[in-house]
């Protein structure tokens, strides 16, 4: 490792926002090689998110692009970064990562940035947004055109999807199977696994996180159909703000099954991702995941024991309920298909 006077000399300008906040995010960085002179432009954006946490997700972002421990000058507009960083940090960890005053919001971006910053030789700078320096101007106008894309996207996925995925799940007792119909521009497919032991809400979010980590980057938008309330309604309404409470609910207990919420949470990232209601009869492609779901669990000559269908019931749930249903250590719940 080179010793801290010959480490790489890097510049970087970071910005990020939401419109509204909360909303639809983006984040921007430039990063500058002082010897060189090249530059790096990064971006991204989230579907829900805060001003904050695109703040930090940039300087994020940023940081895990240097591929060797650099020394860095950083300049954001973002006082509750740079302060975080330079003065409160320290009081956070010692804490166990809690405020004075209790609950720290964006836990999970604040130790992925102090991990970076270990790594490092930081120097932060505050600069004033908007004020006519280039480089942040452009990690602005990165952030604002993120933002317009995620925007766009999230349309466009409600529009005209270029991919539908169809999720159902199976199970008797603690053993259950996933199954997900995928239909893109080169037709259909399906993905379908068994996982001991489990929980139906579990399985819902694995399900969800397989699908989509499957699909190639360049995917494009995606429909994503489900009869479960949960996973639609955690994955749209509730991940965000768990994320900013660090990863508790707003009771304050600890967000069940979180390690399955973060992975849905990575493959939804930089994805346009749209939930649609089911109203009605149930799309057949559904239908075939349910008895793709049912199929891993038929017997296969191994002794391997048959179980019902949940039917694709839609499973009601509040945010209050979601957490402590999604952490049940009770068996999967079964029961005869609806015909």
């Known amino acids: ?23 639809p995010g983006g984040w921007g960085a430039v990063l500058i090689d002082d010897v060189s002179g090249r530059t790096k432009e990064l971006s991204g954006g989230e579907p829900q998110t805060t001003n904050n946490r695109m703040e930090l997700t940039a300087a994020i972002r940023a940081l895990e692009a240097l591929k060797t421990p650099c020394r860095v ?10 302060r975080g960083i330079t003065r409160w940090l320290p009081g956070w960890i010692r804490r166990g990562w809690q405020r004075k005053g209790g609950q720290l919001k964006n836990v ?3 130790q992925a940035l102090a991990e970076l910053v270990a790594r490092h030789e930081i120097e932060w700078h505050w600069v004033k947004g908007h004020s006519g320096q280039r480089h942040n101007e452009r990690a602005d106008a990165l952030a604002s055109a993120a933002i317009r894309d995620r925007r766009q996207g999230e349309t466009a996925a409600a529009a005209a999807p270029q991919v539908e995925i169809f999720l159902a799940v199976s199970g008797r007792g603690r053993r259950g199977a996933w199954a997900a119909v995928i239909r893109d521009r080169d037709g259909e497919r399906i993905l379908a696994e068994v996982e001991e032991p489990t929980t139906v809400p579990r399985l819902e979010i694995i399900a969800a996180s397989r699908a989509l980590e499957s699909l190639p980057p360049t995917a494009g938008a995606v429909a994503i159909y489900t009869a479960s309330d949960y996973l639609r309604r955690g994955a749209t309404r509730w991940l965000a703000g768990w994320r900013r409470g660090g990863w508790r609910t707003r009771g304050g207990d600890p967000v069940k099954n ?3 919420w973060e992975r849905l949470a990575a493959a939804l990232r930089d994805r346009h991702v749209h939930w649609p209601e089911i109203g009605g009869d149930k799309p057949e492609p559904l239908r075939r ?17 048959r179980s019902r269908t949940r039917g694709g019931q839609s499973r009601r749930a509040t945010e209050e309920e979601a957490p402590s249903r999604a952490s049940s250590t009770r068996p999967l719940v079964s029961s005869s298909p609806k015909t």
């Open 1 to 23: 490792m080179a010793s801290r006077s010959n480490r790489p000399r890097i510049t970087i300008y970071t910005d990020g926002g939401a419109d509204p906040n909360p909303g």
């Open 73 to 82: 000058a950083l300049y954001t507009d973002s006082q509750y970064l740079r």
């Open 108 to 110: 999970d971006l604040w």
């Open 258 to 260: 979180r390690d399955a």
């Open 289 to 305: 995941a349910e008895r793709a779901a049912r199929e891993q669990l038929a017997p296969d000559g191994a002794g391997t024991p």
